[in-house]
């Protein structure tokens, strides 16, 4: 397994440095020199050369139907090679009868649909700009697809990184596509391609997804991982702390009768931050759910911070107690446990929420956008 290092790289949003993880022999695997933070991802092995003019529909059919759960990330440059290889992908699974879901944002939409004409009505489009602006959404999306599509082999197209994330965003969808690998049973036959925008998306988070896939694809075919991690990476960022609160947070510290200080303090940040009714009292709500779990699971009480930054309201509960579910709040809850639907409630009516749980404690930090 390749040694995982953290570089920093700057956010092409508002130049905010942060830290990504990148593999150090990812440009082994590729053939090329190594990269460094900040680098053009687009001169991959090959670049430098013509490259064939690419006819999709030129492309046949699968023989035989996948029996297992696939999981790759598709490395594309331009619209042609984006086209060359979810274009084909599509109709191969119209030609074989699978059901095909496709969750791009908009203007990715467009574009397929312009291309696939009447092909485009056996697909199920999903605006993955709505869907996945909380990345903890996507799984519940890929599971609902499975559950409608049971026993049959499916296929989908799922592109959660995009240029613009912001930086918490970005993390959340990487974990988001190592926790696929653990929700998706190895037996259940999806054909999930991860496409990643390597022209546009800074190299280190293009970089960072052959963490989460066990299949690279480029345009020229597959090849296996040798970064892939499996639930090493799962871990390395949910066992993970995140960045310290600013010093100057408001904290308070509540236990089993303090919840109308909890309810009072949110209340209060979200009006001065000027969120409206609405997601105040969505926002209150959310954070008193995750208190009321730090009290029955977490040793009695928690501690609550808020502050405000110049793009979001941000509320956190800590607590000593141990989540030891990386996927709580990203399925459906099954049984009756208040937890379990506390936190999918949650992740429904935030913005973005970040779970992290190491041997100190753990932490839920919820963002409201401004």
């Known amino acids: 397994m390749a040694r995982l290092t953290m570089d920093s790289a700057t956010s092409w949003r508002d130049g905010t440095t942060w830290q990504v993880r990148m593999p150090e022999d990812i440009s082994q695997m590729l053939g090329a020199a190594p990269f460094k933070p900040g680098q053009d991802i687009s001169v991959l092995p090959g670049a430098s050369t013509p490259r064939a003019k690419l006819n999709p529909s030129a492309v046949p059919a699968l023989a035989r139907p996948h029996t297992g759960f696939r999981h790759e990330a598709f490395l594309y440059r331009d619209d042609e090679e984006f086209l060359s290889a979810t274009v084909s992908f599509i109709r191969d699974a119209v030609a074989l009868g699978q059901p095909v879901m496709v969750a791009l944002v908009k203007p990715r939409i467009q574009l397929l649909r312009t291309v696939l004409g009447q092909h485009a009505g056996d697909v199920d489009f999903v605006d993955m700009g709505q869907l996945g602006a909380n990345p903890a959404r996507i799984i519940p999306a890929w599971l609902d697809f499975l559950q409608r599509n049971p026993d049959r082999p499916v296929r989908g197209i799922g592109e959660p990184v995009w240029p613009g994330r912001r930086p918490e965003e970005v993390v959340e969808c990487q974990l988001h596509e190592a926790l696929l690998n653990v929700a998706i049973d190895p037996d259940i036959p999806l054909w999930l391609r991860c496409p990643y925008d390597v022209s546009a ?3 280190p988070i293009a970089l960072a997804a052959l ?3 066990p299949t690279v694809m480029e345009v020229g075919g597959h090849r296996g991982s040798t970064s892939y991690g499996g639930l090493h990476t799962v871990d390395s960022i949910f066992r993970a702390e995140l960045p310290p609160e600013p010093s100057d947070a408001t904290m308070v510290r509540f236990g089993r009768s303090d919840l109308d200080l909890v309810r009072a303090q949110v209340s209060r940040s979200a009006w001065d931050a000027g969120l409206d009714g609405d997601r105040c009292r969505s926002l209150t709500s959310a954070i008193i759910e995750i208190a009321s779990n730090s009290i029955r699971h977490g040793g009695g009480q928690g501690e609550l911070r808020t502050w405000t930054r110049a793009d979001a309201l941000v509320c956190q509960i800590s607590d000593r107690g141990q989540l ?5 709040g990203r399925r459906p809850p099954a049984t009756c446990e208040q937890e379990e639907r506390g936190l999918w409630l949650v ?5 973005l929420v970040q779970l992290r ?3 100190q404690g753990s932490v839920a930090r919820v963002f409201t956008w401004l």
């Not at 992740?347 to 913005?351: A, G, L, M, Y």
């Open 201 to 203: 998306l800074p190299a």
């Open 357 to 359: 749980s190491t041997t």
């Open 347 to 351: 992740n429904k009516v935030s913005d």
């Open 324 to 328: 030891e579910d990386p996927l709580a």
């Open 211 to 213: 963490d989460s896939h």
